[in-house]
């Protein structure tokens, strides 16, 4: 990441701190949590919360390794889909980013299908979503124990401190790495470009040399489209004989779902 483009972030950060911070707290409200919890498994418990605003959880390979997630928002059942071609922290990331878009994006989904990129656009629903994302998954009062915690034991160094947070709280390298800048932790104030440039490579090897879960960063390759169907096709047929629909209808939401996971895969 260049300089300039954490520049932004943080400066969006700070400007939006307060109401991200209330929409965090909502959510949680809403997801039957206390919001000084820290989430261990996102999916499981956001599942449940999407359910209630009418969207399916998919986890699915995608065929474009750059996007993360994508919703998809039809007339009877919408969907959040999970890039599981990426690695589990980016799916953790991706999915809260995705909770944003569906609770509390003001402009409400731009299209019937819209694409999250594994990145942090210039877009300012990006910088909005990604902000929900970071302060959901590492909340402020137990990121900066664990900051003061990792530091104690690396010696004071950015890196050594960064690899901990990330393996700790299972997001992306950068994510964690802007977390720390948003709070302001890093004691110099600046950020080195070993830090802002570390490559996929020196992130695995960094973790494997300090005994941290390398995996986190390997693809899941979870697939759960076929239980998807069958689920759906039980549910319409239960439809189609209580005259909610009609077996046209029901045929209909079959081939538009598999017409999009054909998509998703790349067929």
């Not at 656009?121 to 998954?137: H, M, Q, V």
């Amino acid at each position: 990441m260049k300089i300039e483009r954490l520049k932004k972030i943080i400066a969006y950060s700070h400007l939006h701190k307060e109401e991200t911070e209330a929409k965090v707290k909502h959510f949680y409200s809403c997801a039957g949590m206390n919001s000084e919890q820290e989430v261990r498994n996102i999916v499981q418990i956001i599942k449940s919360s999407f359910l209630k605003k009418g969207y399916f959880v998919l986890e699915i390979p995608f065929a474009d390794e750059e996007i993360g997630a994508l919703s998809y928002k039809g007339d009877a059942l919408s969907y959040i889909v999970l890039n599981t071609s990426l690695p589990e922290v980016n799916r953790n990331f991706a999915l809260c980013h995705e909770i944003y878009h569906v609770f509390y994006q003001e402009s409400g989904l731009r299209s019937k299908v819209e694409f999250s990129r594994d990145c942090h656009d210039e877009d300012e629903e990006e910088f909005a979503a990604n902000l929900f994302a970071g302060t959901l998954l590492m909340p402020e009062t137990g990121f900066r124990f664990m900051y003061n915690k990792f530091k104690g034991e690396s010696d004071g160094s950015e890196w050594d401190i960064c690899l901990r947070l990330m393996s700790y709280y299972q997001v992306p390298y950068m994510a964690a790495l802007v977390r720390c800048c948003e709070l302001g932790l890093p004691a110099s104030g600046t950020v080195s470009e070993k830090l802002l440039h570390a490559d996929r490579d020196a992130v695995r090897s960094g973790l494997a040399r300090r005994w941290l879960d390398v995996s986190i960063l390997d693809a899941t390759k979870r697939d759960d489209y076929a239980h998807l169907e069958e689920m759906v096709a039980q549910i319409g047929r239960e439809y189609v004989r209580d005259s909610y629909i009609n077996e046209r209808t029901l045929r209909k939401v079959l081939q538009n779902i598999r017409s999009l996971y054909s998509d998703i895969k790349g067929e």
